[in-house]
């Protein structure tokens, strides 16, 4: 990781020269939570100006990260990093908690969240996540491997969004999985067998044969319906 992150920066560099303000590392690489084969490497570029031109220099970049099995960077002026927390602001409160930064300023340090903002967008989040499961999961029911795969696909957009709502909620935050789903369980009063089941599965690797696929997705749909509920009725 630290290699690939090195070079990442370094090819910054040359493209953007002195156009480039920042390279920030945050998500689940910066608070422990990086796994080799299923975690991204989340970064934030910030930029001085971003033209048609910034971005031709940018292709060849973001094409070796793409090709290495990342995410895009997160490309942005610091002008928008600065004006944008109410359109982003789950994933400005996570970088202001924890970030490394790769390269330039920490363009984090100064800014704000404003919690109305952000109660909207964690609820928006999840039900915009619980429709896209159903959609999904309607052409999928009667294949076990895909459905399931589905299940632990989206497992991790579970436990942020749950993250989230426990800090809303005013729980001390939480970074590891397990750790979220222990403590929502606590916030909301109801538990969440279906969630740890997955959690385990996508952990080991392996297809498990004797799951009930969709068992499974039923709780799991319940479980998430009862963490919308939870986040619907916490303070506007």
């Known amino acids: 990781m630290e290699q690939v992150l090195s070079q990442l920066v370094e090819r910054l560099k040359a493209a953007f020269s002195d156009r480039l303000v920042a390279a920030v590392l945050y998500g689940s690489a910066v608070i422990g939570d990086w796994n080799e084969t299923s975690s991204d490497l989340n970064v934030l570029c910030v930029l001085d100006r971003l033209t048609p031109e910034e971005i031709a220099q940018s292709e060849p970049v973001f094409r070796w990260w793409r090709e290495r099995g990342y995410a895009p960077p997160l490309l942005l002026t610091a002008e928008e990093v600065s004006t944008s927390t109410d359109c982003f602001p789950m994933e400005f409160h996570d970088m202001k908690e924890h970030r490394r930064v790769l390269y330039g300023t920490d363009v984090i ?3 704000t969240v404003d919690n109305s903002f952000y109660r909207a967008q964690v609820e928006h989040e999840l039900r915009a996540k619980q429709i ?13 491997d895909r459905l399931m ?4 696909d989206s497992i991790s957009t579970f436990c942020v969004l749950g993250r989230h709502a426990l800090i809303l909620s005013g729980y001390p935050p939480q970074w590891k999985k397990k750790d979220i789903v ?10 969440f067998p279906a969630v740890n089941e997955i959690l385990s599965i996508r952990a080991s690797g392996k297809k498990d044969s004797t799951t009930a696929a969709l068992a499974l997705f039923g709780g799991y749909l319940s479980e998430t319906e009862a963490l919308v509920r939870f986040v619907d ?4």
């Open 149 to 152: 795969k589905l299940l632990t």
């Open 109 to 111: 340090a100064g800014i």
């Open 182 to 191: 222990a403590a929502l369980e606590n916030a909301v009063g109801n538990s």
């Open 132 to 144: 896209r499961l159903r959609q999904k999961a309607a052409e999928l029911l009667r294949n076990h």
């Open 233 to 236: 009725g916490l303070q506007r």
